[in-house]
C-alpha cells in the first residue's frame, strides 16, 4: 500500500527541491519521536495522554497525503476521548503502528531520489 502522495508534498513545498529534502527528513525524525510518546500514552494507559498525542500527530498526515491514517489517528483520539477501553485503544494503535512502519520505510526511500 502507498501511503504517501509525492505530488502534494511537492505541492505543499511549492516544487522546492531543498524545501522537500528540509521537511522529509525533519518529518522522518520527529514523526517517530511523537509515535513513541503516543505509544508510552498507551503503555500507561492515560487517555489524556493518548488523545493529545493522536490529536498532535494527525495533522502532519495531511502534508503527505496520508489522510486514511489521519482518520485512523482521529479514530485513536476519539476512543480516548470517549473512554473507550484500552484494548480498543492498543488494538486500534496496533494498526496505526504497522501503517506508520510502512509510511516511514516510503518515505526514506522518496528520500533517497530527491
Same mark, same amino acid.
Given at each position: 500500500m502507498n501511503h504517501l502522495d509525492i505530488e502534494l508534498i511537492s505541492l505543499n513545498m511549492f516544487d522546492n527541491q531543498e524545501l522537500i529534502k528540509q521537511f522529509v527528513s525533519m518529518y522522518l525524525i520527529q514523526t517517530p519521536v511523537d509515535l513513541d510518546k503516543l505509544r508510552q500514552?498507551?503503555?500507561?494507559?492515560?487517555?489524556?495522554?493518548?488523545?493529545? *498525542?493522536?490529536?498532535? &500527530?494527525?495533522?502532519?498526515?495531511?502534508?503527505?497525503?496520508? =489522510?486514511? %491514517?489521519?482518520?485512523?489517528?482521529?479514530e485513536l483520539e476519539n476512543h480516548a476521548k470517549n473512554k473507550e477501553s484500552l484494548e480498543i485503544l492498543r *488494538?486500534?494503535?496496533? &494498526?496505526?503502528?504497522?501503517?506508520?512502519?510502512?509510511?516511514? =520505510?516510503? %518515505?526514506?526511500?522518496?528520500?533517497?531520489?530527491?
Open positions: 500514552a498507551l503503555a500507561e494507559g492515560n487517555l489524556q495522554k493518548i488523545g493529545d *498525542a493522536a490529536h498532535h &500527530i494527525k495533522p502532519t498526515m495531511d502534508y503527505i497525503g496520508a =489522510f486514511h %491514517l489521519k482518520e485512523k489517528f482521529e *488494538a486500534t494503535f496496533g &494498526i496505526i503502528d504497522i501503517e506508520m512502519k510502512e509510511l516511514l =520505510f516510503e %518515505l526514506e526511500q522518496y528520500e533517497k531520489t530527491i
